[in-house]
């Protein structure tokens, strides 16, 4: 093939036909790549070209391409998300590769979130350990008394924040060489435990989500960090120790 | 039109919404258990719908597309959420949020149903806080307001740039606690493929389970729509790339009145076009509006030189800059609402003076040099630093700016690899939401008995055009304070019906009409991807039925997508087969409803003879360019009945009445 | 609730850290002791007499120490299974450079050199002693310790499998020390960067004390 405009690519891509059949890695040439597209926009492209050779495209999740959904589950050249920092797979921009690369593309990789097809994995755990106790007990009423009647202390505010902001993308267990899933479960538990509505039952949450998170088969954490660094929302791992602090008080008081 | 009943109850307008529940019909406790309720989509509106029918007792079953209700696209509303609660005291009422909506929705929406927003408003903040949702707050420990497009209080509640998921993941953890508890039952990766209408009630729908492709009868004794917008017809807009008219256009096609589709809000904010590659396009939050000044070259010489990379924006003095919005606005000036504001950069664009990168030099700039440094001083000042240099300016005022928009430019730095503190952002118009939507009363039931439509696939409560931070207003206010009560009037008949039999003819053949489609794709075997039917379709749409309209593009437009959605039936290709994950077979079904959509919305802009919001026709504007209304013969809904071809639906008219607001020409100078 | 206390993945971490930091406690104040060697054979006497022949520490420390010990190994390889087993299907490309130290890594590999380690400590050291003292009963000398200490390190072979344990220790420590604290949620905005100093520090020197210690007795046997 004769060099085009824009960057040509090799891709090696898991290829699986379902969550009952064995996978593999299939090797793809795309070629004339603006700079400028983002990762999943290659990604099209790849699967316009695959349907042009009347192949199956490539399963992927995705939707709303703007890094906030928390869909696009991709393990890209060896990285959640791939190269880049606080980024998700459709904030890569394919300006981060060298024309000639080769690029690894895999699904995530963990118990707790097999394969369906392709690069799409089922997280629906994160579903279940957030019906376990990722909430606060409030009806809907209109009653509730008036959003300014607590003041809430602009620094645990804006903490809870942070880790309100995860998106419950995978990319923690992804990455994690345990599988582990402490980090998106952290998030939640340390939001609500920051904020006075969420202390109410602050112990009964942290006890519950971690049993879930137990059950569903996710590994243990070891405190490497690479969850923090491979979080496309920068959650701290300051939320793992808030976490462990509020599992502890809870079983000992 | 007898057809339509608006339902508006009766009596003063502050008095209609409390009045009316207190004289509604209830269900009991122990009855909710026995009625079953479908809520299609868990977005803002049917999440908290679905979270708040399940507390009720009613037994909920929830449906999306994605692999979790949090995904939903309300997730990437970036702004804020209003709110008349007149924390910062400067004048904010429940009556001026009611009349600053209707007014920013160009008089073409209704009053009763904006007044029960507005004033169910303070509520929504209330019950967010009380979830846990962790708005911005100010030292004091108070929430923390800021201001948007269109009005002049303060009165939008924010959480940094993600206010949408925020209220999201409120809504999303409140129905986490019902899924816990059995009381809803939640099907992620499911497809909304028809609604099952018994003896003229919606009584459930097919859904097509995504994973295994199996299609599935679900019975309920009501339906609720909450599936969005129809952005995506345009092929490139902000929406997620699975927002789709379908659930919405099924229900249309078995008896759904399909309300103003013409009323589309094209956002002014955007990330420009990159090319021909894109696959959707990039919101940055009017918030940005507050401090970023809107300006393109004075001088169209200096704009093609800046097209041609000769010369940077940065070189460009102060007096060769346009800063339009507030030249020709000067009392709102970068404040204008969203359709004002798109269709002045438009003209610019169109005018020259461009500054885009792409043929048509499609962008202008959004500066925040200025802000820097204003807010600069006022930090040196605050820091008893009297003689600062003019870096120490900018560094104080670079931190004031990246605290409130920080992740607003990193996301444009991520996508366009140029920083926003040095030189302008560059932005242009983008679809982003549509007004129009499903017809419904003031229960939110659409004209099939039964079947309701809640947040953005209804079209009742934005007019014309829709002010900033107004969506998760409205969605929010509709699932949590408004259905849950009106629902109930109607689902008072049904508490001796008993569960409803997936095994009858009605559901036979909605089942099987689905199957044939499904096995039309998978063997149809054409020569075009589905993406390239859509993407033709979006560039009708964009030129000929997109900002700026006229009655030659439109019939033009009628006719082309009549052209490509028959072609579309004859060499669409879909690869696989259908017993499993197919994106693209998901893909077609969806496009084949845009398909008609697109038709149907032409028309609504060729019959709307007039300018009014985000509707612009070219042939009715005043000698300054400004959108020209035509009160007299416009002032109404106009709904239209499916027949059996888009182009051929029968035209029903509500007649609005304005009996609180006096009908002015809107003014933003 | 106390019975969830070190059962589920954050007792057993808890349980780890708690073992890491006595762990960490008996290793100061085993090289306290040893680090006397270098400059008083006195006092290394004294207090290695003491250590050897004080009841409390013979019989209840030192079971303790023994279950400490054990427990962490233990649990670390309990742990290392479970968390495999988190992963079924591996990466066919893993970056773990980009995002997390090698040591933070690979605590198997540095924890298995180390068992290794205490296996050939407990040979030259712990085996003859409790040969001597329980099984040969032979009567107590309390000036022999200085000189068993130096004999042992006139070995080469001996000194540089020491020191090479003692890199993998400290590289153990250099994850390990800190990952504890977090373990435990002790983690403070203000205190935490002082842990990880002194984290670092104690998992540099007290394993460089020591090579110092083996170094120096072999050069002197020269």
């Given at each position: 093939?004769?060099?085009?405009?824009?960057?040509?690519?090799?891709?090696?891509?898991?290829?699986?036909?379902?969550?009952?059949?064995?996978?593999?890695?299939?090797?793809?040439?795309?070629?004339?790549?603006?700079?400028?597209?983002?990762?999943?926009?290659?990604?099209?492209?790849l699967?316009?070209?695959?349907?042009?050779?009347d192949?199956?495209?490539?399963a992927?999740?995705?939707?709303?391409?703007?890094?906030?959904?928390?869909?696009?589950?991709?393990?890209?050249?060896?990285?959640?998300?791939?190269?880049?920092?606080?980024?998700?797979?459709?904030?890569?921009?394919?300006?981060?590769?060298?024309?000639?690369?080769?690029?690894?593309?895999e699904?995530?990789?963990?118990?707790?979130?097999?394969?369906?097809?392709?690069?799409?994995?089922?997280?629906?755990?994160?579903?279940?350990?957030?019906?376990?106790?990722?909430?606060?007990?409030?009806?809907?009423?209109?009653?509730?008394?008036?959003?300014?009647?607590?003041?809430?202390?602009?620094?645990?505010?804006?903490?809870?924040?942070?880790?309100?902001?995860?998106i419950?993308?995978?990319?923690?267990?992804?990455?994690?060489?345990?599988?582990?899933?402490?980090?998106?479960?952290?998030?939640?538990?340390?939001?609500?435990?920051?904020?006075?509505?969420?202390?109410?039952?602050?112990?009964?949450?942290?006890q519950?989500?971690?049993k879930?998170?137990?059950?569903?088969?996710?590994?243990?954490?070891?405190?490497?960090?690479?969850?923090?660094?491979?979080?496309?929302?920068?959650?701290?791992?300051?939320?793992?120790?808030?976490m462990?602090?509020?599992?502890?008080?809870?079983?000992?008081? | 039109?007898?057809?339509?009943?608006?339902?508006?109850?009766?009596?003063?307008?502050?008095e209609?919404?409390?009045?009316?529940?207190?004289?509604?019909?209830?269900?009991?406790?122990?009855?909710?258990r026995?009625i079953?309720?479908?809520?299609?989509?868990?977005?803002?509106?049917?999440?908290?719908?679905?979270a708040?029918?399940?507390?009720?007792?009613?037994?909920?079953?929830?449906?999306?597309?994605?692999?979790?209700?949090?995904?939903?696209?309300?997730?990437?509303?970036?702004?804020?959420?209003?709110?008349?609660?007149?924390?910062?005291?400067?004048?904010?009422?429940?009556?001026?949020?009611?009349?600053?909506?209707?007014?920013?929705?160009?008089?073409?929406?209704?009053?009763?149903?904006?007044?029960?927003?507005?004033?169910?408003?303070?509520?929504?903040?209330?019950q967010?806080?009380?979830?846990?949702?962790?708005f911005?707050?100010?030292?004091?420990?108070?929430?923390?307001?800021?201001?948007?497009?269109?009005?002049?209080?303060?009165?939008?509640?924010?959480?940094?740039?993600?206010?949408?998921?925020?209220?999201?993941?409120?809504?999303?953890?409140?129905?986490?606690?019902?899924?816990?508890?059995g009381?809803?039952?939640?099907?992620?990766?499911?497809?909304m493929?028809?609604?099952?209408?018994?003896?003229?009630?919606?009584?459930?729908?097919?859904?097509?389970?995504?994973?295994?492709?199996?299609?599935?009868?679900?019975?309920?004794?009501?339906?609720?729509?909450?599936?969005g917008?129809?952005?995506?017809?345009?092929?490139?807009?902000?929406?997620?790339?699975?927002?789709?008219?379908?659930?919405?256009?099924?229900?249309?096609?078995?008896?759904?009145?399909?309300?103003?589709?013409?009323?589309?809000q094209?956002h002014?904010?955007?990330?420009?076009?990159?090319?021909?590659?894109?696959?959707?396009?990039?919101?940055?939050?009017?918030?940005?509006?507050?401090?970023?000044?809107?300006?393109?070259?004075?001088?169209?010489?200096?704009?093609?030189?800046?097209?041609?990379?000769?010369?940077?924006?940065?070189d460009?003095?102060?007096?060769?800059?346009?800063?339009?919005?507030?030249?020709?606005?000067?009392?709102?000036?970068?404040?204008?609402?969203?359709?004002?504001?798109?269709?002045?950069?438009?003209e610019?664009?169109?005018?020259?003076?461009?500054?885009?990168?792409?043929?048509?030099?499609?962008?202008?700039?959004?500066?925040?040099?200025?802000?820097?440094?204003?807010?600069?001083?006022?930090?040196?000042?605050?820091?008893g630093?009297?003689?600062?240099?003019?870096?120490?300016?900018?560094?104080?005022?670079?931190?004031?700016?990246?605290?409130?928009?920080?992740?607003?430019?990193?996301?444009?730095?991520?996508?366009?690899?140029?920083?926003?503190?040095?030189?302008?952002?560059?932005?242009?118009?983008?679809?982003?939401?549509?007004?129009?939507?499903?017809?419904?009363?003031?229960?939110?039931?659409?004209?099939i008995?039964?079947?309701?439509?809640?947040g953005?696939?209804?079209?009742?409560?934005?007019?014309?055009?829709?002010?900033?931070?107004?969506?998760?207003?409205?969605?929010?206010?509709?699932?949590?304070?408004?259905?849950p009560?009106?629902?109930?009037?109607?689902?008072?008949?049904?508490?001796?019906?008993?569960?409803?039999?997936?095994?009858?003819?009605?559901?036979?053949?909605?089942?099987?009409?689905?199957?044939?489609?499904?096995?039309?794709?998978?063997?149809?075997?054409?020569?075009?991807?589905?993406?390239?039917?859509?993407?033709?379709?979006?560039?009708?749409?964009?030129?000929?039925?997109?900002?700026?309209?006229?009655?030659?593009?439109?019939?033009?437009?009628?006719?082309?997508?009549?052209?490509?959605?028959?072609?579309?039936?004859?060499?669409?290709?879909?690869?696989?087969?259908?017993?499993?994950?197919?994106?693209?077979?998901?893909?077609?079904?969806?496009?084949?409803?845009?398909?008609?959509?697109?038709?149907?919305?032409?028309?609504?802009?060729?019959?709307?003879?007039?300018?009014?919001?985000?509707?612009?026709?070219?042939?009715?504007?005043?000698?300054?360019?400004?959108?020209?209304?035509?009160?007299?013969?416009?002032?109404?809904?106009?709904?239209?009945?499916?027949?059996?071809?888009?182009?051929?639906?029968?035209?029903?008219?509500?007649?609005?009445?304005?009996?609180?607001?006096?009908?002015?020409?809107?003014?933003?100078? | 609730?106390?019975?969830?206390?070190?059962?589920?993945?954050?007792?057993?971490?808890?349980?780890?850290?708690?073992?890491?930091?006595?762990l960490?406690?008996?290793?100061?104040?085993?090289?306290?002791?040893?680090?006397?060697?270098?400059?008083?054979?006195?006092?290394?006497?004294?207090?290695?007499?003491?250590?050897?022949?004080n009841?409390?520490?013979?019989?209840?420390?030192?079971?303790?120490?023994?279950?400490?010990?054990?427990?962490?190994?233990?649990?670390?390889?309990?742990?290392?299974?479970?968390?495999r087993?988190?992963?079924?299907?591996?990466?066919?490309?893993?970056?773990?450079?980009?995002?997390?130290?090698?040591?933070?890594?690979?605590?198997?590999?540095?924890?298995?050199?180390?068992?290794?380690?205490?296996?050939?400590?407990?040979?030259?050291?712990?085996?003859?002693?409790?040969?001597?003292?329980?099984?040969?009963?032979?009567?107590e000398?309390?000036?022999?310790?200085?000189?068993?200490?130096?004999?042992?390190?006139?070995?080469?072979?001996?000194?540089?499998i020491?020191?090479?344990?003692?890199?993998?220790?400290?590289?153990?420590?250099?994850?390990?020390?800190?990952?504890?604290?977090?373990?435990?949620?002790?983690?403070?905005?203000?205190?935490?960067p002082?842990?990880?100093?002194?984290?670092?520090?104690?998992?540099?020197?007290?394993?460089?004390?020591?090579?110092?210690?083996?170094?120096?007795?072999?050069?002197?046997?020269?």
């Amino acid at each position: 093939m004769s060099a085009t405009e824009g960057l040509n690519l090799t891709l090696k891509v898991w290829r699986q036909k379902s969550d009952k059949e064995k996978g593999k890695m299939e090797t793809y040439q795309v070629s004339g790549i603006s700079p400028d597209s983002s990762f999943l926009e290659m990604m099209d492209i790849l699967n316009e070209q695959l349907i042009a050779e009347d192949k199956e495209p490539v399963a992927f999740d995705h939707d709303c391409r703007e890094g906030i959904c928390g869909s696009c589950s991709m393990f890209i050249n060896g990285e959640a998300h791939g190269p880049g920092e606080m980024i998700t797979t459709c904030q890569l921009h394919m300006r981060e590769f060298k024309d000639g690369e080769t690029i690894y593309i895999e699904p995530w990789r963990a118990k707790a979130f097999p394969v369906i097809k392709d690069l799409v994995v089922d997280r629906s755990s994160f579903d279940r350990i957030m019906a376990s106790g990722g909430f606060v007990s409030v009806n809907t009423s209109g009653n509730t008394q008036d959003a300014n009647a607590i003041p809430i202390d602009k620094h645990d505010a804006d903490k809870a924040f942070d880790a309100a902001t995860c998106i419950g993308c995978g990319a923690c267990v992804a990455t994690c060489k345990n599988a582990s899933a402490m980090l998106f479960v952290s998030a939640k538990v340390s939001q609500l435990a920051l904020l006075p509505q969420g202390k109410v039952e602050a112990k009964e949450r942290v006890q519950n989500m971690v049993k879930q998170m137990d059950e569903e088969g996710f590994g243990n954490c070891t405190n490497t960090g690479a969850c923090e660094v491979e979080c496309p929302k920068g959650i701290s791992l300051e939320n793992i120790a808030r976490m462990n602090r509020e599992y502890l008080k809870s079983s000992i008081s | 039109m007898s057809t339509l009943d608006s339902k508006v109850p009766e009596g003063p307008i502050a008095e209609k919404w409390t009045n009316y529940k207190n004289n509604i019909r209830l269900v009991n406790p122990a009855n909710k258990r026995s009625i079953d309720v479908i809520v299609v989509g868990t977005g803002l509106a049917g999440g908290s719908a679905a979270a708040s029918l399940a507390e009720l007792g009613y037994n909920v079953k929830a449906f999306c597309y994605q692999d979790s209700p949090r995904r939903a696209h309300s997730i990437a509303a970036q702004g804020g959420i209003n709110a008349a609660k007149n924390y910062q005291g400067d004048g904010d009422s429940t009556y001026r949020l009611f009349y600053d909506t209707v007014k920013g929705g160009d008089y073409r929406s209704r009053e009763a149903n904006v007044y029960r927003l507005a004033e169910v408003s303070a509520n929504i903040i209330d019950q967010c806080v009380a979830q846990g949702v962790p708005f911005a707050r100010d030292y004091g420990g108070l929430l923390d307001n800021r201001s948007f497009g269109g009005v002049q209080v303060s009165r939008t509640f924010y959480a940094k740039g993600q206010t949408g998921q925020q209220l999201l993941l409120g809504a999303y953890s409140a129905m986490s606690r019902q899924i816990g508890k059995g009381k809803i039952q939640m099907y992620n990766r499911h497809e909304m493929m028809d609604v099952v209408v018994v003896d003229g009630k919606a009584r459930g729908i097919i859904a097509r389970n995504l994973v295994t492709g199996e299609l599935e009868r679900h019975s309920a004794h009501a339906v609720v729509i909450g599936s969005g917008g129809y952005g995506n017809v345009f092929f490139l807009s902000t929406n997620a790339m699975g927002s789709n008219v379908s659930a919405a256009w099924k229900i249309h096609k078995k008896g759904a009145f399909f309300a103003n589709p013409c009323y589309t809000q094209i956002h002014p904010t955007c990330i420009p076009q990159h090319g021909d590659q894109q696959s959707k396009l990039t919101l940055m939050s009017e918030s940005l509006r507050n401090d970023g000044r809107i300006w393109v070259p004075a001088k169209k010489e200096d704009a093609e030189a800046i097209r041609a990379g000769k010369l940077k924006p940065t070189d460009l003095k102060e007096e060769d800059r346009d800063y339009y919005l507030e030249r020709r606005y000067p009392s709102f000036g970068n404040l204008v609402p969203r359709d004002v504001a798109s269709r002045a950069a438009k003209e610019r664009c169109d005018a020259g003076f461009g500054v885009g990168t792409n043929e048509s030099g499609e962008a202008v700039y959004l500066d925040f040099s200025s802000a820097i440094m204003r807010y600069g001083k006022e930090e040196a000042n605050i820091k008893g630093i009297h003689n600062a240099s003019e870096t120490e300016i900018k560094e104080l005022g670079t931190k004031v700016v990246e605290a409130k928009y920080g992740n607003l430019f990193q996301m444009y730095e991520k996508i366009t690899a140029d920083n926003p503190y040095e030189t302008p952002m560059k932005i242009y118009p983008a679809v982003h939401y549509t007004m129009g939507g499903v017809w419904v009363d003031y229960n939110l039931m659409t004209t099939i008995p039964g079947c309701y439509a809640i947040g953005e696939a209804n079209f009742s409560d934005h007019g014309a055009n829709r002010l900033g931070a107004s969506a998760l207003m409205q969605g929010l206010a509709d699932g949590y304070f408004v259905l849950p009560y009106t629902i109930g009037d109607y689902l008072a008949d049904d508490i001796r019906t008993g569960a409803i039999p997936t095994d009858s003819k009605e559901f036979e053949e909605a089942e099987k009409s689905v199957q044939e489609q499904m096995d039309f794709f998978i063997n149809n075997k054409g020569k075009h991807s589905v993406d390239y039917f859509h993407k033709r379709l979006g560039k009708v749409m964009w030129n000929k039925v997109g900002m700026a309209r006229n009655e030659k593009g439109l019939k033009e437009a009628i006719e082309e997508i009549k052209e490509i959605r028959e072609q579309f039936w004859k060499e669409v290709s879909v690869p696989g087969n259908a017993n499993g994950i197919n994106q693209e077979l998901e893909k077609a079904a969806r496009v084949a409803d845009f398909l008609e959509l697109g038709e149907l919305f032409a028309r609504d802009a060729l019959e709307r003879k007039e300018s009014c919001g985000g509707h612009f026709r070219e042939e009715y504007k005043t000698e300054e360019g400004e959108a020209m209304r035509d009160d007299k013969n416009f002032t109404y809904v106009a709904a239209w009945e499916y027949t059996g071809e888009p182009s051929k639906a029968k035209l029903h008219k509500e007649d609005l009445k304005y009996e609180n607001i006096e009908l002015k020409t809107r003014s933003y100078k | 609730m106390s019975k969830q206390l070190f059962s589920g993945s954050i007792g057993r971490k808890f349980a780890m850290a708690l073992s890491a930091l006595f762990l960490i406690i008996f290793l100061l104040q085993h090289f306290t002791i040893n680090f006397t060697s270098v400059f008083s054979e006195k006092t290394f006497n004294e207090l290695s007499h003491f250590m050897g022949t004080n009841p409390l520490i013979q019989f209840v420390m030192q079971p303790i120490l023994m279950f400490g010990v054990a427990f962490h190994f233990i649990m670390g390889f309990v742990l290392e299974i479970k968390n495999r087993n988190a992963r079924a299907v591996k990466y066919a490309k893993n970056n773990g450079a980009a995002n997390s130290s090698w040591m933070s890594r690979n605590m198997i590999w540095s924890g298995l050199f180390i068992l290794f380690f205490l296996g050939f400590h407990f040979n030259d050291f712990w085996i003859p002693e409790m040969n001597y003292k329980y099984i040969e009963v032979k009567a107590e000398d309390p000036d022999r310790y200085y000189d068993e200490v130096v004999h042992m390190f006139e070995n080469p072979v001996r000194v540089i499998i020491y020191c090479l344990s003692f890199v993998f220790l400290a590289l153990h420590l250099l994850h390990g020390f800190q990952s504890a604290f977090q373990s435990m949620g002790a983690r403070h905005d203000k205190y935490t960067p002082a842990i990880e100093k002194i984290g670092r520090a104690y998992a540099i020197l007290i394993p460089v004390g020591f090579i110092f210690i083996a170094v120096f007795h072999y050069v002197n046997s020269l």
